[in-house]
């Protein structure tokens, strides 16, 4: 007979059916009567089943009275309507064999709460706690629904390089690839000389996806890219990780309108599918992390995003009573205190923020009319402040040259990127979401070290 996962049994209308059920113990209780009740849980769902043992058994004493948190059992029995409260069903059994005992005096994960600090040192362990269960299959169910809201709206999935030559964002920022010797590099004239290095030049782990995306996007209309990106910030903050994880689509024949909305569209159906199909761990969510979570995620969907330029942010939040602790000037990038005041405080909603200076964005964003700003868009959730960056792309030759020369990038590095405005020209758009900062706000997390199942940040690559 084949092996049923938990979430099966709990929703099926079948009862008094032979069923086997494989997993680990989370409680046992023994009861006068002459038997156990034993809570199992298999990683299928939130809830576990609750399996009753009779002391009719044959290692009932040997084997059953000595199960503990952690164990690994196979259960046969069958499965029967629940007398007790709190289930729904729950399994008869008729034989419990112990695949893997875990020694109670040693296993570090014992039913009281242990904090996140303590279950970071023992990443190895930690999936096996509510909490990080749940985050596993919140994580994991909403990288579905980013897929399927892109190939519903036929965008084509690229896999952007991983290592590139190309140092987008500045050196400072980015982890180096070489098979060089580092105790000896080859050098000529005093530096490192990297014609002897692997790629026969400096390579790095990419930062975003985004210019290669585009590439494809002028070639196949709509197409996203969703994988890992790397920032050797030494940022020891709890929104910071080294390796995250990154959702970048690129839209030809868009501008910075279509951007918006998309973006929007994106997020509300993500969210919405999360609500709907993860329902029980977002039910712990609300109760054990955030008490309005919930609602919050319930406000996104329903509330239509306000759209306010920079300018005029920077007029109301000039105008406000609030005490800043950085002070508001036109011209500089808002702090997070700005971003949530926007936000939380003044729309009570999400909001999206557009046409930035064009001094304190990337050379890559299209020059609006003024002359003086970009079309580039940020998306601003309450509490949480930027969750996506976007923009519409320059795809006028000249400017874009022009823009690069201003901005002192390397143009022999980026031919390519030029030659893209070169041959068949078109106006187009993307953004990035940052999909960490993404299951951290969905969860009510409050680190980003424990929304993914092993966090790289400075002085940590342990597991
Ligand atoms: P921040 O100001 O928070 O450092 P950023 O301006 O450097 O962000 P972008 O370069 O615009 O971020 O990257 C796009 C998205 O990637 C951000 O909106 C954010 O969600 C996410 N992101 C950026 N850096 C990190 C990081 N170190 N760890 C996790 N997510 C990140
Ligand atoms: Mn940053």
Redesign the pocket.
């Known amino acids: 007979m084949k092996r049923k996962k938990i979430s099966g049994l709990l929703s099926t209308s079948q009862r008094d059916i032979d069923i086997n059920v494989y997993g680990w113990v989370r409680t046992r209780r023994d009861s006068k009567g002459g038997f156990s009740f034993i809570e199992i849980y298999d990683g299928s769902c939130f809830k576990g089943i609750q399996i009753i043992a009779d002391s009719s058994l044959p290692n009932y004493e040997q084997d059953i009275q000595k199960l503990s948190a952690g164990c690994a059992v196979f259960v046969q029995g069958m499965l029967v309507e629940s007398l007790g409260s709190g289930q729904s069903v729950e399994v008869q059994a008729k034989k419990i064999d112990v695949l893997g005992f875990a020694d109670p005096e040693k296993y570090p994960l014992q039913k009281k709460r242990h904090s996140f600090e303590f279950l970071r040192q023992i990443a190895h362990l930690r999936p096996r706690t509510n909490t990080f269960g749940a985050v596993s299959r919140v994580r994991s169910a909403l990288s579905y629904a980013i897929h399927s809201f892109f190939q519903e709206n036929n965008f084509h999935y690229i896999h952007t390089p991983i290592i590139t030559g190309s140092d987008c964002e500045g050196a400072g920022e980015m982890f180096r690839v070489t098979t060089l010797n580092l105790e000896q590099p080859p050098k000529k004239n005093g530096q490192v000389d990297y014609s002897h290095d692997f790629f026969a030049k400096a390579s790095y782990l990419t930062v975003s996806g985004q210019l290669e995306a585009e590439i494809y996007a002028l070639a196949l209309g709509n197409v996203y890219t969703f994988g890992p990106t790397f920032?050797a910030?030494n940022?020891n903050t709890s929104?910071?990780?080294a390796e995250?994880w990154?959702v970048e689509p690129e839209m030809a024949f868009c501008d910075l309108k279509e951007d918006a909305e998309t973006a929007e569209n994106f997020l509300k159906y993500i969210i919405k599918h999360v609500l709907i199909n993860r329902k029980d761990d977002m039910e712990f969510f609300n109760k054990f992390i955030d008490k309005s979570i919930i609602e919050k995620l319930e406000n996104i969907i329903s509330s239509e995003f306000i759209v306010l330029s920079y300018t005029e942010a920077v007029k109301i939040l000039k105008s406000s009573k609030f005490n800043f602790s950085y002070p508001v000037q036109w011209g500089h990038n808002l702090q997070a205190e700005h971003e949530r005041y926007l936000a939380q405080t003044y729309c009570r909603a999400p909001v999206v923020l557009i046409d930035f200076p064009k001094e304190i964005k990337p050379f890559y964003m299209r020059c609006n009319d003024d002359n003086k700003t970009v079309a580039a868009m940020d998306i601003l959730f309450p509490a949480i402040g930027?969750?996506?960056?976007g923009s519409q792309r320059e795809e006028r030759y000249d400017i874009l040259k022009n823009n690069m020369i201003e901005k002192k990038l390397n143009l022999d590095e980026y031919w390519w990127y030029l030659e893209l405005r070169e041959y068949g020209t078109v106006p187009h758009a993307g953004f990035?979401?940052?999909f960490?900062?993404l299951i951290q706000f969905v969860t009510g997390m409050g680190n980003?070290r424990d929304v993914i199942a092993f966090a790289r940040t400075p002085k940590n690559a342990d597991f």
């Open positions: 920032r910030e940022s929104r910071h990780l995250f990154m930027e969750i996506i960056g990035g979401l940052g960490d900062r980003i």
